[in-house]
């Protein structure tokens, strides 16, 4: 049973491009979170997708935006893009369910260079 | 702002000894207090997690005390080994229609010397 899955592992933008991140939940998974890791922080929550909505988000700006798939699959699209984007940028998924949606599961991460 | 503050930031313990980190907490609201651990070049990975009707939950070498009147809650590793060299993070959720939003602790970096 695949965890969650990040891709690209890494990727290097320069200032004003937009990127796409993409994310696959674990299967039986149908709630996706982003979050933000700076070096040596913890990890911000971006928002989290669920039936397709954004049902929560956290303190960004427009320029980040996001989308979830039928499949439960996920982007998360960065326009604009600043040097202070650069960080790890982390996909969590959790089951169904009020109580299941609090354990997530995180994939390993994209880690974004803005140059 | 919620805020989950997390301390020491770094932590040397030797081979078998025990490790503590300590979390602090300000919104009551929170119902759900996980603890993740993350090595270098991967994703936080779940350890252990506790709601606040138990105030101690272990699972193997590990146990989360939580003390809801002080809004505080500690990761315990006994038996500390040099595997356990790694970044740990508090975490705390407050579950609603709305989301499930984590907001984590600063994260301490854990060495375990053998």
């Known amino acids: 049973d695949a965890g969650v899955t990040q891709s690209p592992t890494h990727l290097i933008k320069t200032r004003g491009q937009q990127v796409t991140l993409r994310c696959s939940p674990k299967?039986?998974?149908?709630?996706v979170s982003w979050y933000q890791q700076a070096l040596g922080q913890g990890p911000q929550f971006i928002f989290q997708?669920?039936?397709?909505?954004?049902?929560q988000r956290g303190n960004f700006p427009d320029r980040f935006s996001g989308h979830q798939f039928p499949n439960y699959s996920s982007e998360l699209n960065v326009n604009a893009l600043l040097l202070g984007d650069s960080a790890l940028y982390l996909c969590?998924?959790?089951?169904?369910?009020?109580?299941?949606?609090?354990?997530?599961?995180f994939g390993a991460g994209t880690r974004l260079s803005v140059l | 702002q919620q805020q989950v503050k997390q301390s020491p930031q770094s932590l040397i313990v030797q081979k078998g000894g025990i490790s503590i980190i300590n979390c602090a907490y300000e919104?009551?609201?929170?119902?759900?207090f996980p603890w993740y651990q993350q090595f270098p070049g991967k994703g936080p990975a779940l350890l252990i997690a506790?709601?606040?009707?138990?105030s101690e939950k272990k699972e193997g070498r590990f146990t989360i005390s939580f003390n809801k009147s002080a809004k505080q809650f500690s990761l315990h590793i006994m038996d500390s080994q040099p595997g356990d060299s790694a970044t740990y993070f508090c975490?705390?959720?407050?579950?609603?229609?709305?989301?499930?939003?984590?907001?984590f602790g600063g994260g301490t970096r854990l060495m375990v010397k053998p």
């Open positions: 997708y669920y039936e397709e909505e954004e049902r």
């Open positions: 975490a705390a959720s407050r579950g609603n229609n709305a989301g499930n939003m984590l907001t």
């Open positions: 506790i709601r606040p009707d138990v």
């Open positions: 299967s039986g998974h149908d709630t």
């Open positions: 919104n009551t609201a929170f119902d759900y």
């Open positions: 969590a998924s959790s089951k169904p369910g009020q109580l299941a949606k609090n354990i997530q599961y």
